[in-house]
């Protein structure tokens, strides 16, 4: 049954445009053609008489023809993520010359169990919490400063609109990654002291059209060329495709770009805290300038997804640096948000000066209402008080 299904499969699917479909198409032609030895015998107790198990292709490995009663295995298949080849897969012909069904699936079934290293599951699935956790705090951060900007409506100005379309956008993403890992994996003082080009040559309108409307051209382009390959739209969300390489290029310019204005942003920093000329700086201001040097680096990184560089430098698999790689870049990726929210709104001192007026003015209006109350039960009780 499975053999007519690849069969059908392959014929109707063009294995080149897919580099998973191809190697199994290449290892299910090799099953049936060659008569290459698979599997080895590893426990049997048969007749030469007794029938024999076809040879089988169960979708990842092929199976010899076997001898009744007998337990046969080969290395696990490398191609499936999360299994290790040096570990063994196995397959038990039953007396009666058939394969081993599944006692749930009441399907042929290759056990395939012992392959899974379950450390390195134990560790992905780890790095995976870590994500969802990292972009769930990110998210609660985004929409917390998101209704900061809405609700303090004295608090309008043009850069805090676009600061509140880059939350927005945040969030879309967040919960976008959220809904993939759940289902389908089971330095204001730079900004404020940058604000000529924001108030006087482009407006924001401006920065809407450059920040939703050129990465939606991007996605539009990358879907309408996805949509015209052949199986282009299938399993989408998991397998890549050649018209990757047009958000990839996109992607490349974007970190080019924000790498220039760290470097800026930088330089204009580190030439507002140098001392005029007439002083010279001690030992106190040089660690001071450093400081803040290193701590502005260190937010700005994932604010302008520069960790995301870091992606072609990724260590061998099940290696001790491909370990702390992931552990690195699940808390930059995943608290990216948190960051920005931290930048733009929880350390901007306007925000926490409106804040405090705004809940001064609260406790105010609170405090009136409390003596109105007092002063009308008074009045109630002693109509002739006065």
């Not at 929880?346 to 809940?359: E, G, M, P, S």
Request: charged residues 15%; neutral net charge; glycine residues 4%.
């Amino acid at each position: 049954m499975l053999s007519r299904f690849l069969n059908k499969l392959f014929s109707q699917t063009n294995v080149t445009e897919n580099p998973q479909l191809k190697v199994l198409y290449t290892r299910y032609e090799e099953c049936f053609v060659s008569n290459e030895t698979h599997n080895t015998i590893v426990q049997s107790e048969y007749d030469e008489n007794a029938p024999r198990c076809p040879k089988t292709f169960d979708g990842f490995s092929c199976w010899d023809e076997t001898p009744s009663n007998t337990t046969v295995v080969q290395n696990c298949p490398e191609l499936i993520n999360g299994f290790d080849p040096s570990r063994t897969a196995f397959k038990e012909c039953l007396e009666n010359g058939t394969w081993l069904e599944h006692p749930e699936s009441k399907k042929v079934w290759t056990n395939y169990t012992t392959c899974i290293d379950y450390d390195d599951l134990r560790f992905r699935n780890v790095i995976n919490n870590m994500y969802v956790g990292g972009y769930a705090i990110s998210l609660i951060a985004l929409i917390l400063s998101l209704m900061i900007f809405v609700f303090l409506r004295h608090f309008q100005y043009k850069r805090t609109r676009i600061h509140a379309n880059l939350f927005i956008s945040f969030i879309l993403n967040n919960i976008m990654w959220i809904v993939w890992y759940k289902t389908v994996v089971d330095y204001i003082e730079v900004v404020q002291e940058n604000t000529v080009s924001i108030n006087e040559y482009i407006s924001v309108r401006s920065y809407c059209a450059i920040g939703w409307a050129i990465p939606a051209l991007v996605v539009a382009l990358y879907t309408g060329v996805r949509m015209q390959l052949r199986y282009g739209t299938e399993r989408c969300w998991m397998d890549q495709s050649h018209a990757l390489w047009i958000i990839v290029i996109a992607v490349v310019i974007i970190l080019t770009l924000s790498f220039l204005f760290l470097v800026n942003v930088i330089r204009v920093l580190l030439k507002k805290m140098q001392p005029p000329a007439s002083n010279q700086p001690n030992e106190a201001a040089k660690k001071a300038a450093r400081a803040t040097a290193t701590l502005v680096i260190y937010f700005m990184i994932p604010l302008y997804g520069l960790h995301f560089i870091l992606i072609p430098f990724q260590r061998a698999p099940e290696s001790i640096g491909e370990k702390i790689y992931q552990v690195v870049s699940a808390l930059l990726t995943s608290l990216q948000g948190l960051c920005v929210s931290i930048l733009f709104c929880f350390t901007n001192n306007d925000v926490k000066t409106a804040l405090t007026n705004y809940l001064a003015r609260y406790k105010r209006k609170t405090e009136a209402i409390q003596m109105t109350g007092i002063t009308t039960g008074e009045s109630a009780v002693n109509p002739n008080a006065a």
